[in-house]
């Protein structure tokens, strides 16, 4: 018994462990076990953030990503082969079937190497698009480090990464400049919201095949901007799926070192980048999780209370509303930060939403951070609104979907009622109905002293006596 909770409390402090939201089991798909000598330092970032790395060549028959229907691993990072693919078990289907159970996946280029077949079909349908030619590489005759790449100029040398759109969050800056060897360009479709470009190309660089004798390329696949060095596609399912074009950009050798670009000597941050880039690939930053979410009546005892601990159960979540009422909506928000939460902060021009729709929105508000309820874990939204004047069944939705950060949908659906016989206001509290209560009051009134007088008038004498005179 005692063997068994041991066993237990060492299983949780795995789990604990790992700095990952989704897993700790990382799996390296490496042809030439010499070359793994190359990556020391990442490897070791890697183990030292909790991660169990399990190196396979992917010659291996048994290797699977999928054991039962469940992933045998969380997180996946395929090296460029030397051969021309990564066999069956590792097909393109296998590879989309991983990410579809919400594995993540690093997928290193070379332009030392040819691109294999499988790997262009499977970028494809991720709307990833590489050169034709498969030994093409990216050059720049003005950014290059003329310490290691004075002749070919396939060195490149970008400035460090920073974000410049105010309304996404950043995950990747960097202090100092990144070194790209040998890079392969990569073009983005323009019809896929899921793709981003973490790193592109200079203005001033250009595709080029290394086996070309020319001095020149003529007609490029891509220049400039248009090529994407570091390419992130965040799927529905939050999964992440990362595309590196210079897998040796994470060698050791590029890992602080010294580049020298027009005579000025700078130092890399490869390392730094490095490790923002599987963190946030393998689900250690950027995770949305919602700590709470709670609606109801913005109406009498409960009016202006936001701290549900103030409300009973049954007041909170009711799964039916009157037209007109008065609603508080509140979610709470937080954000994994490699190894805990933390409340969730939105960018500077950024804002969540609530709709209330039915068919469509007949409400969409902004959701407020809340001053004061918020807590070490959790920043609260807060809004207020007032039910259509529509009965029906509506939803109270949130859809937040932004780069970089996982998708957030929170749906609740409630039913809103027309008002009850004894709930319509009375007509003497309407004072446009004061005509027709006049109107009643005179008709009844005059009534009264009709029957009045008719019972109390008595008819002229002479009427009287010849009425008896007929009788006799």
């Not at 789990?15 to 990442?42: C, M, Q, W």
């Not at 028959?61 to 996946?76: Q, S, T």
């Not at 109905?433 to 009051?441: F, M």
Request: with cysteine; hydrophobic share 40%.
């Amino acid at each position: 018994m005692r063997a068994l909770i041991s066993c237990l409390l060492l299983a949780l402090v795995g789990i604990t462990h790992a700095l990952s939201y989704t897993g700790n089991r990382l799996l390296v798909v490496i042809e030439d076990t010499a070359e793994k000598e190359k990556y020391s330092k990442f490897w070791s970032d890697l183990e030292s953030r909790g991660f169990r790395i399990t190196f396979e060549s992917p010659k291996n028959e048994k290797l699977a990503l999928i054991e039962l229907g469940e992933r045998a691993y969380d997180h996946l990072i395929l090296l460029p082969p030397k051969s021309k693919g990564y066999g069956p078990t590792l097909s393109p289907k296998n590879i989309l079937d991983f990410a579809q159970k919400e594995g993540n996946v690093v997928l290193g280029l070379s332009g030392e190497s040819s691109v294999p077949t499988a790997i262009s079909s499977l970028l494809i349908e991720l709307d990833i698009h590489l050169p034709i030619d498969r030994n093409t590489q990216v050059v720049d005759h003005f950014n290059y480090d003329s310490s290691s790449a004075s002749d070919k100029h396939d060195v490149l040398v970008l400035p460090p990464v920073k974000n410049t759109k105010t309304d996404v969050k950043s995950y990747f800056d960097t202090e100092n400049v990144i070194a790209v060897p040998r890079a392969v360009g990569q073009v983005l479709g323009n019809a896929s919201p899921l793709l981003a470009s973490i790193i592109k190309a200079p203005s001033t660089a250009y595709v080029y095949n290394s086996k070309d004798e020319g001095e020149a390329a003529e007609d490029p696949f891509a220049t400039g901007r248009q090529l994407s060095i570091v390419t992130s596609m965040q799927a529905r399912n939050s999964a992440r799926f990362t595309v590196i074009g210079s897998v040796e950009m994470l060698e050791d050798k590029w890992f602080d070192t010294q580049v020298k670009v027009d005579g000025k000597t700078s130092k890399t941050g490869n390392e730094q980048f490095a490790k923002k880039l599987t963190a946030w690939t393998f689900h250690e930053t950027g995770v949305l999780k919602v700590a709470s979410l709670t609606h109801h009546l913005n109406e009498g005892t409960a009016k202006g209370v936001v701290n549900d601990s103030a409300l009973s159960l049954s007041e909170l979540n009711p799964k039916i509303y009157r037209i007109k009422n008065d609603v508080l909506y509140s979610i709470a928000l937080s954000e994994y930060v490699h190894d805990h939460f933390e409340p969730f902060n939105l960018p500077a021009t950024d804002s969540i939403q609530l709709e209330c729709s039915m068919l469509s929105p007949f409400h969409r508000l902004t959701l407020q951070p809340h001053p004061t309820l918020s807590t070490q874990n959790a920043t609260l939204f807060t809004t207020s609104f007032t039910t259509p004047d529509q009965h029906g069944i509506f939803n109270f939705l949130v859809n937040y979907k932004r780069p970089f950060l996982t998708n957030m949908f929170e749906k609740r659906t409630v039913t809103v009622r027309h008002l009850a016989h004894d709930e319509y206001t009375r007509s003497y509290a309407i004072s446009g109905a004061y005509v027709w209560i006049s109107g009643i009051g005179v008709t009844i009134a005059g009534w009264v002293l009709f029957v009045a007088f008719w019972l109390y008038s008595a008819p002229p004498e002479e009427e009287r006596k010849k009425g008896v005179k007929k009788s006799q």
